[in-house]
């Protein structure tokens, strides 16, 4: 099941080789269909998923490359669902986004879009530590080609940038890999890159710090957690609509699903002597990518800040290492693939039309696109976690667990959320209302914005379309968040205890409080708070205008 | 003095290629015409041949007074070096015919620089190793000057042969005082011989020996200019064949015979491999010329196989291997990309050459992608399995400072050869470039990149073909 869930894209990648030249539609076709599929397999696997036990689902194990006890072994939990299922989704989407805008040898773009999206399934749902590096590695390929052909003006700057940055992390990972790999063999009977046996390994600790901060760092990039995030503005300013959101919506969910997949597990003890430090370099960055993101005349550019900020409320769930704030980390990873992609797709709809990401250039924008003004609108309440909406579910339970392990945290990271909603809203405003006012850059490829007026042409069935999925899941979640939590939930717990337990190995502690045990989480908990922070939150931007 | 034993069954690869490389000087010098096509299929069935008979004749034996054995380092080591040589000269094909370098000379110099390779994998004594790399090396030499009309071509034959004769002068006093110390020059004898300062200082000079013609700091220098300088098909074959022969006789030395002695010098062989990671890397950041690029890619190469020697253990012998066949493929493959372009009736040896190759050739394109994907050690290539090798060794072997230097060093290395896959897939088409193609060459691309996926994809047949190579240490 999953390894046709992965191998459908790529099926699909070599498929659009085969066909005959000069056949575009064809091409998009097979790329579309060869997605859905895939999101066909998800859904399916979503639907079937049993929850209420943190065991590894749709299991599958081969020999790989027995001589170096590297084995073909995937599967999915509660942790990597979600992530699966998120990827599964925005891929269709994105391509579907891209099918005016990129004109340029569809073919190769078709191509690099479905390699892509193998590889990030199978980082997901891999559970041998070179497998999982392989497919790792191997997203940077084809998203290093989105970026460096299909991009902007600064594409070649911004591609290598990219892939610098993550190959340096990803290089220590991988010294760390072997280095886990050779130290199995002394404990294990035999040597092994197999992450559930793995798991019965204790590392020792001056070691066990190392290869923590090895594998922390690599993922760190990827996320990025602040100070490491000075590729990622380049790299989605430059980036064509469809590469930004599979960048934001999936790619960044890379480092911090290793958060949860291989550092928690595996290195309990450094994680609970590290996790003050990733705390505070994640509030330091939900504030600064606030701050950042506040005064950022160009959209894009805003969008990727905020990404920083709001995947620092991820990390901030993660390393609070309570339940709440662990599933609440899960959730803000699909919703910030959900807001975010969707915020990258409102930008470059306006981009297609004038080529300008300036929020100068736009005004009243609003009278002339009605429906797209009302697509934005909930969007931006989505990414702003406006109750209701996904994005309140995820940014609740986290601050809720942060509380939990240290109130100062949750306290500070308020800050942030009150920040995400003064540049949502300051874009939405300078760009959406007020007197129209529209002005294009030279660079609109037709001529025909050098003199008269650009067309602002509302939402097309085909832009609307891609919307359309993403407005259901923001309310589904933020409405009935349920399947989702009760999906997670078990692995959550589980990886709890596992850190607990070397809570009490190392009894020192670590300056984080206890977890959050004592409260399971219950949907009807939602509705009381709902009110309250609804009241909270319209003061806040009530009081900003 | 008598005779020792000789087996000739057991040098039957050797002989086919020897046969080859007669034959195909015989039909050149009386064929009416330069570039036949059968010297090409001469010289390729010759080195088809030894390769099936390499792997037919499987381990076991040793012949000429326990000189030249053959095990599993033999196997495996020969088998690179006949994959190389097969590949370089389908390589060749067009292009030398082109360039009317085509004779029978060409290929029989190329032969015989291959047999220098196979006896280096199969020795057993410092004399033979030496004998080997002579073998080896002086038809290099002949072939690095093999443009007469080309000044560059005749600079980089002289520079080749005057330094390479400077670097044998190491390794032969290498192995006269080892000699002296051991009282033998069998590498079986020697494994028990005491450690002594002769021996010490015999062990030292036979590394430079062997530095030089690996193309590792400091002893690189020679390396740029004579792959700038010979004609392309012979930079391709030279930067591989030359690696082949030098890491199979460190292998030997280091690994089999004076392991224990060899391991004194794991400081100084420590620091060769770091600045050698470190400095090629660097230095290839700025060239402009691909085969200078490919010239210090190669040296960088170079340092990280050096970490299969140095780690001295089995996986770092069984690392070395991998890595000498992952990267003959991915070189021969990157020549072979741009052989199959030209600018103004020369060599398009210039990487802004190779500009907007993509809107021309995609599937050329897409295999120069895949090869400097494949250097840099990105997975899904067979570079990525090399480099993961040797790093397993390195900490086997507990360097682990020096994985991370190695790492670090590949990770600066992406940038280059990201440079040259970007200058591929974008940029306009130049005009004074123009795809001239060929069969041959089309066919060892084939071959190459065949050979590459499958390293990356599907090693694991490969990886215990090579293994076998640390059984045959660990006896």
Same mark, same amino acid.
């Given at each position: 099941?999953?390894?046709?869930?992965?191998?459908?894209?790529?099926?699909?990648?070599?498929?659009?080789?085969?066909?005959?030249?000069?056949?575009?539609?064809?091409?998009?076709?097979?790329?579309?269909?060869?997605?859905?599929?895939?999101?066909?397999?998800?859904?399916?696997?979503?639907?079937?998923?049993?929850?209420?036990?943190?065991?590894?689902?749709?299991?599958?194990?081969?020999?790989?490359?027995?001589?170096?006890?590297?084995?073909?072994?995937?599967?999915?939990?509660?942790?990597?669902?979600?992530?699966?299922?998120?990827?599964?989704?925005?891929?269709?989407?994105?391509?579907?986004?891209?099918?005016?805008?990129?004109?340029?040898?569809?073919?190769?773009?078709?191509?690099?879009?479905?390699?892509?999206?193998?590889?990030?399934?199978?980082?997901?749902?891999?559970?041998?530590?070179?497998?999982?590096?392989?497919?790792?590695?191997?997203?940077?390929?084809?998203?290093?080609?989105?970026?460096g052909?299909?991009?902007?003006?600064?594409?070649a700057?911004?591609?290598i940038?990219?892939?610098?940055?993550?190959?340096?992390?990803?290089?220590?990972?991988?010294?760390?890999?072997?280095?886990?790999?050779?130290?199995?063999?002394?404990?294990?009977?035999?040597?092994?890159?197999?992450?559930?046996?793995?798991?019965?390994?204790?590392?020792?600790?001056?070691?066990?710090?190392?290869?923590?901060?090895?594998?922390?760092?690599?993922?760190?990039?990827?996320?990025?957690?602040?100070?490491?995030?000075?590729?990622?503005?380049?790299?989605?300013?430059?980036?064509?609509?469809?590469?930004?959101?599979?960048?934001?919506?999936? =790619?960044?969910?890379?480092?911090?699903?290793?958060?949860?997949?291989?550092?928690?597990?595996?290195?309990?003890?450094?994680?609970?002597?590290?996790?003050?430090?990733?705390?505070?370099?994640?509030?330091?960055?939900?504030?600064?990518?606030?701050?950042?993101?506040?005064?950022?005349?160009?959209?894009?550019?805003?969008?990727?800040?905020?990404?920083?900020?709001?995947?620092?409320?991820?990390?901030?769930?993660?390393?609070?290492?309570?339940?709440?704030?662990?599933?609440?980390?899960?959730?803000?990873?699909?919703?910030?693939?959900?807001?975010?992609?969707?915020?990258?797709?409102?930008?470059?709809?306006?981009?297609?039309?004038?080529?300008?990401?300036?929020?100068?250039?736009?005004?009243?924008?609003?009278?002339?696109?009605?429906?797209?003004?009302?697509?934005?609108?909930?969007?931006?309440?989505?990414?702003?976690?406006?109750?209701?909406?996904?994005?309140?579910?995820?940014?609740?339970?986290?601050? =809720?667990?942060?509380?939990?392990?240290?109130?100062?945290?949750?306290?500070?990271?308020?800050?942030?959320?009150?920040?995400?909603?003064?540049?949502?809203?300051?874009?939405?405003?300078?760009?959406?209302?007020?007197?129209?006012?529209?002005?294009?850059?030279?660079?609109?490829?037709?001529?025909?914005?050098?003199?008269?007026?650009?067309?602002?042409?509302?939402?097309?069935?085909?832009?609307?379309?891609?919307?359309?999925?993403?407005?259901?899941?923001?309310?589904?979640?933020?409405?009935?968040?349920?399947?989702?939590?009760?999906?997670?939930?078990?692995?959550?717990?589980?990886?709890?205890?596992?850190?607990?337990?070397?809570?009490?190995?190392?009894?020192?502690?670590?300056?984080?409080?206890?977890?959050?045990?004592?409260?399971?989480?219950?949907?009807?908990?939602?509705?009381?708070?709902?009110?309250?922070?609804?009241?909270?939150?319209?003061?806040?931007?009530?009081?900003?205008? | 003095?008598?005779?020792?034993?000789?087996?000739?069954?057991?040098?039957?690869?050797?002989?086919?290629?020897?046969?080859?490389?007669?034959?195909?000087?015989?039909?050149?010098?009386?064929?009416?015409?330069?570039?036949?096509?059968?010297?090409?299929?001469?010289?390729?069935?010759?080195?088809?041949?030894?390769?099936?008979?390499?792997?037919?004749?499987?381990?076991?034996?040793?012949?000429?007074?326990?000189?030249?054995?053959?095990?599993?380092?033999?196997?495996?080591?020969?088998?690179?070096?006949?994959?190389?040589?097969?590949?370089?000269?389908?390589?060749?094909?067009?292009?030398?015919?082109?360039?009317?370098?085509?004779?029978?000379?060409?290929?029989?110099?190329?032969?015989?620089?291959?047999?220098?390779?196979?006896?280096?994998?199969?020795?057993?004594?410092?004399?033979?190793?030496?004998?080997?790399?002579?073998?080896?090396?002086?038809?290099?030499?002949?072939?690095?000057?093999?443009?007469?009309?080309?000044?560059?071509?005749?600079?980089?034959?002289?520079?080749?042969?005057?330094?390479?004769?400077?670097?044998?002068?190491?390794?032969?006093?290498?192995?006269?005082?080892?000699?002296?110390?051991?009282?033998?020059?069998?590498?079986?004898?020697?494994?028990?011989?005491?450690?002594?300062?002769?021996?010490?200082?015999?062990?030292?000079?036979?590394?430079?020996?062997?530095?030089?013609?690996?193309?590792?700091?400091?002893?690189?220098?020679?390396?740029p200019?004579?792959y700038e300088?010979?004609?392309m098909?012979?930079t391709a074959?030279?930067?591989?064949?030359?690696?082949?022969?030098?890491?199979?006789?460190?292998?030997?030395?280091?690994?089999?015979?004076?392991?224990?002695?060899?391991?004194?010098?794991?400081?100084?062989?420590?620091?060769?491999?770091?600045?050698?990671?470190?400095?090629?890397n660097?230095a290839a950041l700025r060239q402009t010329n691909l085969k200078r690029l490919l010239a210090y890619s190669s040296?960088?190469?170079?340092?990280?196989?050096?970490?299969?020697?140095?780690?001295?253990?089995?996986?770092?012998?069984?690392?070395?291997?991998?890595?000498?066949?992952?990267?003959?493929?991915?070189t021969?493959g990157a020549f072979g990309v741009a052989l199959m372009l030209q600018r103004d009736?020369q060599e398009a040896d210039e990487i802004a050459d190779l500009s907007g190759l993509a809107?021309r050739?995609?599937?050329l394109a897409?295999a120069m992608t895949?090869f400097m994907i494949?250097l840099a050690?990105?997975?899904?290539?067979?570079?990525?399995?090399?480099?993961?090798?040797?790093?397993?060794?390195?900490?086997?072997?507990?360097?682990?400072?020096?994985?991370?230097?190695?790492?670090?060093?590949?990770?600066?290395s992406a940038y280059y050869y990201f440079r040259v896959a970007y200058v591929t897939l974008t940029g306009q088409p130049r005009?004074d470039v123009?795809?001239?193609?060929?069969?041959?060459?089309?066919?060892?691309?084939?071959?190459?990149?065949?050979?590459?996926?499958?390293?990356?994809?599907?090693?694991?047949?490969?990886?215990?073909?090579?293994?076998?190579?640390?059984?045959?240490?660990?006896?």
């Open positions: 099941m999953l390894t046709a869930l992965i191998f459908v894209p790529a099926a699909g990648a070599v498929l659009t080789l085969l066909l005959p030249r000069g056949r575009e539609s064809t091409v998009r076709w097979t790329g579309m269909l060869s997605s859905a599929t895939a999101l066909v397999i998800a859904t399916i696997v979503f639907v079937q998923f049993e929850s209420g036990t943190a065991a590894v689902q749709f299991a599958e194990r081969a020999a790989w490359i027995p001589a170096l006890g590297i084995t073909y072994h995937i599967g999915v939990d509660g942790i990597s669902l979600p992530l699966v299922v998120l990827t599964a989704v925005m891929m269709p989407i994105a391509l579907l986004s891209s099918w005016r805008s990129v004109t340029d040898r569809v073919r190769e773009f078709t191509f690099s879009m479905l390699l892509l999206e193998t590889a990030l399934l199978g980082t997901f749902v891999s559970l041998d530590l070179i497998l999982f590096f392989v497919f790792w590695e191997a997203v940077l390929i084809p998203m290093y080609l989105i970026i052909l299909w991009g902007g003006p600064r594409r700057y911004a591609a940038k990219f892939i610098l940055f993550t190959m340096t992390g990803s290089a220590l990972m991988l010294v760390a890999i072997i280095f886990l790999y050779v130290h199995s063999g002394t404990v294990l009977p035999a040597r092994t890159f197999d992450l559930m046996q793995l798991l019965d390994i204790r590392v020792g600790m001056p070691l066990q710090a190392w290869l923590f901060a090895a594998f922390a760092l690599a993922f760190a990039i990827k996320v990025p957690v602040w100070p490491l995030h000075t590729w990622l503005p380049d790299a989605h300013v430059e980036a064509p609509t469809a590469g930004s959101v599979i960048l934001a919506a999936v =790619l960044l969910k890379m480092g911090t699903y290793g958060f949860l997949r291989v550092l928690l597990p595996l290195f309990p003890e450094a994680t609970l002597r590290f996790a003050p430090v990733l705390v505070i370099l994640a509030i330091v960055g939900i504030i600064y990518g606030g701050l950042v993101s506040w005064v950022q005349p160009d959209m894009k550019r805003l969008v990727a800040m905020s990404s920083v900020s709001h995947l620092g409320l991820v990390t901030l769930g993660a390393f609070a290492l309570t339940v709440e704030g662990l599933q609440g980390s899960l959730v803000q990873m699909v919703n910030h693939g959900i807001s975010t992609g969707g915020l990258f797709l409102l930008v470059g709809v306006l981009y297609d039309r004038t080529h300008s990401r300036q929020m100068d250039d736009y005004g009243g924008v609003a009278a002339l696109m009605p429906q797209f003004a009302a697509v934005s609108l909930i969007v931006v309440v989505s990414s702003m976690a406006l109750p209701s909406t996904n994005g309140f579910v995820g940014e609740f339970l986290v601050l =809720l667990g942060a509380f939990r392990a240290q109130p100062a945290y949750a306290a500070v990271a308020v800050a942030g959320v009150i920040l995400s909603a003064v540049y949502l809203l300051w874009m939405y405003q300078r760009v959406m209302q007020g007197p129209v006012a529209v002005k294009a850059l030279a660079l609109d490829p037709s001529g025909a914005s050098g003199a008269g007026p650009v067309r602002m042409i509302d939402l097309s069935p085909r832009e609307l379309l891609t919307f359309v999925p993403l407005i259901a899941l923001i309310f589904a979640i933020g409405l009935y968040p349920s399947p989702l939590l009760s999906r997670t939930e078990a692995s959550v717990r589980a990886l709890v205890v596992r850190v607990d337990e070397a809570r009490g190995h190392a009894e020192t502690g670590f300056g984080l409080r206890a977890s959050g045990f004592a409260t399971p989480i219950h949907d009807s908990q939602f509705t009381i708070h709902e009110f309250r922070v609804t009241s909270h939150e319209s003061r806040v931007t009530r009081g900003l205008r | 003095m008598t005779l020792p034993s000789v087996d000739l069954r057991l040098v039957v690869p050797e002989l086919l290629l020897t046969g080859a490389a007669i034959l195909v000087l015989l039909v050149g010098a009386f064929t009416p015409r330069a570039g036949h096509p059968a010297l090409r299929w001469i010289a390729a069935a010759g080195a088809a041949a030894a390769l099936w008979q390499t792997l037919r004749l499987g381990t076991g034996g040793a012949s000429f007074g326990g000189m030249y054995v053959r095990d599993a380092l033999t196997l495996v080591l020969q088998s690179i070096a006949l994959v190389t040589t097969l590949l370089a000269v389908v390589l060749s094909g067009e292009y030398v015919q082109r360039t009317r370098l085509e004779s029978g000379e060409y290929y029989t110099l190329l032969l015989v620089s291959a047999l220098g390779g196979l006896l280096m994998a199969a020795s057993s004594d410092l004399l033979m190793i030496f004998l080997g790399l002579e073998t080896l090396s002086i038809p290099l030499y002949v072939m690095a000057g093999f443009a007469r009309s080309d000044v560059r071509s005749q600079e980089a034959g002289m520079k080749y042969f005057l330094l390479g004769a400077f670097s044998t002068v190491f390794l032969l006093y290498g192995i006269a005082l080892i000699y002296g110390a051991g009282g033998s020059t069998n590498l079986g004898t020697l494994a028990a011989a005491s450690p002594s300062l002769l021996l010490f200082t015999g062990i030292g000079l036979v590394t430079i020996g062997l530095g030089f013609k690996a193309a590792v700091v400091p002893f690189h220098a020679w390396a200019d004579v300088g010979a004609p098909p012979v074959f030279m930067s591989v064949i030359a690696k082949v022969g030098a890491f199979a006789a460190f292998l030997r030395i280091s690994s089999v015979a004076l392991s224990a002695q060899f391991s004194q010098w794991a400081t100084a062989l420590t620091v060769i491999c770091v600045a050698t990671m470190v400095l090629g660097l040296i960088a190469h170079a340092g990280f196989i050096l970490i299969g020697i140095l780690s001295g253990n089995i996986s770092g012998a069984t690392a070395v291997a991998f890595y000498l066949l992952a990267y003959a493929l991915m021969l009736g809107s050739s995609p599937i897409a895949l494949s050690g990105l997975p899904l290539t067979a570079g990525f399995f090399a480099k993961l090798y040797v790093f397993t060794a390195a900490l086997d072997a507990g360097y682990a400072w020096v994985a991370i230097v190695g790492v670090l060093a590949s990770v600066v005009d123009v795809i001239v193609g060929g069969r041959w060459t089309r066919a060892a691309l084939v071959a190459a990149a065949a050979g590459v996926l499958i390293l990356g994809l599907a090693p694991g047949r490969f990886v215990t073909f090579v293994q076998q190579v640390g059984q045959a240490l660990a006896k």
